[in-house]
């Protein structure tokens, strides 16, 4: 049971990292670009630090997504092969078995890092194709009747 709930906080952890990846990360950034700018039109310095912090917050949450895995790894007893080839970088002439009795594997952490970019793939092409506005009838959403078409 106990295992089980570490298990589980350990994927719940993965998650919310993942997801800050996208979103925390860049907003982080943009805020702190933010307070350095104060006012006025922006200038060089604000958009350095936006683009270092970014950098920092990134590489830092892939650093923790890399020690989450490993902890999940060391729990669940799985032991990282180093001839291990993911599926995706192998040829199509490679579905046969590379090693005797070894199959392809998606682990955990990746499993977590496919579900979070898939989401966020289909937020962006929500917000696209319904919400976002129209270069060229300035549309609030793309749901609504163009203004052009109104009768008065």
Not at 70 to 96: D, I, K, N
Request: aromatic share 10%; hydrophobic share 55%; net charge positive.
């Amino acid at each position: 049971m106990v295992v089980t709930a570490k298990r589980l906080l350990l994927r719940i952890l993965m998650l919310v990292v993942a997801i800050n990846v996208w979103t925390g990360s860049p907003l982080a950034a943009l805020w702190i670009g933010s307070r350095v700018q104060g006012g006025g039109p922006p200038t060089m310095g604000p958009i350095f630090v936006v683009v270092v912090m970014l950098a920092v917050f990134s590489f830092a949450l892939g650093w923790l997504l890399s020690r989450l895995d490993v902890a999940y790894r060391r729990l669940t007893g799985e032991v990282p092969q180093v001839h291990r080839h993911v599926a995706w970088l192998r040829s199509m002439r490679g579905e046969r078995p590379q090693y005797p009795g070894d199959a392809a594997q998606v682990t955990a952490l990746e499993r977590t890092l496919i579900i979070v970019v898939v989401a966020c793939v289909l937020a962006f092409e929500v917000w696209f194709f319904f919400f976002s506005t129209s270069p060229i009838d300035q549309r609030s959403g793309r749901g609504q009747v163009p203004r052009a078409y109104l009768v008065p």
